[in-house]
């Protein structure tokens, strides 16, 4: 790499272990700012807590002997003669930083392995490449901020009557989903909503219903709503060309017509998992041959770059009027490559995902 590069490698990473320890000093002292040496004390403490005991002896121990000076002594050779010798605690007190390190590192190594087994599990969870849905041309895309992502997004055929004729033209439901917080917590929330809703989208039922479902089930699993997920469901009907939706808590889609005209899809209710007893009505549209659907999660428009500025849903508006005689799949990379040029070197700190459709 060159240095440039480990120098933005270097800011990105102190910047983000920044923000992950500030966040346990402001926890324990909401909106205060103390002196300069205040907030050191506090930082050290944040940094000792993420030890273990024995790893905190190491780390004070290692700093101890780091301050001390160097102690000369005396000493009588096999000759009779009268020798100086030096003993550098400093040199015992590095070997014993560099032990701690390689300790963290081990730990690093281990939960860095079973992130990437986690990873590859969520990934069968979620389609590799769209389905066939007669009448639209579909392309997604998801980049998690850690290993492992809260985001979900799916689209699969639901038949209304198991019992009807295999000639039938089926539904599909198109579904995205964010839960709330990031990396192995929100992976394994994830996980459960892929679940329920893969098990109850096979019961025939209108969608309303289905998300009143998932809202119960969410509920169960939410610790008091603290782990709730925006979702936004969908059911295409490919013979009338409609699309009914429930939108619960999640970004509000983007419709934009042939003509040009823009729509968002906001019929809905609260998040799943706040409310038990939540409604949560449907809307339908129609769409037709040239509309888009973009469907995204709240890291796409939330993405900052360097001066904390938000990418924007203007943005994406404006890439979407600019572009739409490219197909889903172009449009797609266009969105992406054009979020990538304004965050620039800046961390990405929630999942990304963006579902592009367009109606043939």
Wanted: charged share 20%; with cysteine; proline share 6%.
């Amino acid at each position: 790499m060159e240095l440039g590069q480990l120098w933005r490698q270097f800011k990105a990473d102190a910047r983000a272990s920044y923000r992950f320890y500030q966040r346990d000093v402001d926890a324990r002292e909401p909106g205060q700012r103390g002196s300069f040496f205040h907030r050191v004390q506090e930082f050290s403490w944040a940094i000792l807590e993420k030890l273990t005991p024995a790893r905190r002896v190491l780390l004070l121990l290692g700093m101890v002997l780091l301050l001390l000076p160097s102690t000369s002594f005396t000493y009588q050779n096999k000759a009779g003669g009268v020798q100086i010798g030096q003993f550098d605690l400093r040199f015992y007190g590095g070997v014993l930083l560099f032990l701690l390190l390689m300790l963290e590192v081990a730990d690093r190594v281990t939960m860095k392995r079973d992130l990437e087994i986690a990873r590859d599990i969520q990934q069968w969870l979620v389609p590799a490449n769209p389905p066939d849905v007669p009448g639209l041309k579909i392309a997604f895309a998801a980049r998690p901020a850690n290993t492992v992502a809260g985001d979900f997004y799916d689209v699969f055929a639901r038949q209304d009557n198991p019992q009807a004729a295999s000639s039938q033209t089926p539904k599909f439901l198109i579904a995205v989903a964010d839960v709330a917080g990031k990396s192995i917590p929100a992976a394994l929330l994830m996980a459960t909503f892929q679940a329920s809703l893969k098990t109850l989208s096979a019961i025939p039922c209108p969608l309303s219903d289905l998300t009143q479902g998932m809202n119960r089930y969410a509920c169960s699993n939410s610790q008091d709503g603290r782990r709730f997920t925006t979702a936004f469901l969908s059911e295409f009907d490919p013979s009338a060309r409609a699309l009914t939706y429930v939108n619960a808590g999640h970004n509000a889609p983007i419709v934009q017509r042939e003509s040009g005209a823009v729509e968002h899809l906001s019929e809905g209710g609260l998040p799943l998992g706040i409310l038990i007893d939540g409604q949560y009505p449907s809307a339908t549209i129609t769409l037709q041959p040239g509309d888009w659907l973009v469907i995204f999660t709240d890291g796409l428009v939330e993405a900052v770059n360097a001066t904390d500025e938000e990418f924007g849903e203007p943005r994406l508006l404006a890439i979407l009027r600019t572009n739409s005689h490219l197909g889903p799949q172009d449009l797609l990379k266009r969105v992406m490559a054009e979020l990538e040029t304004f965050v620039g070197a800046t961390a990405q700190h929630d999942d990304i995902t963006c579902v592009v459709i367009k109606a043939q």
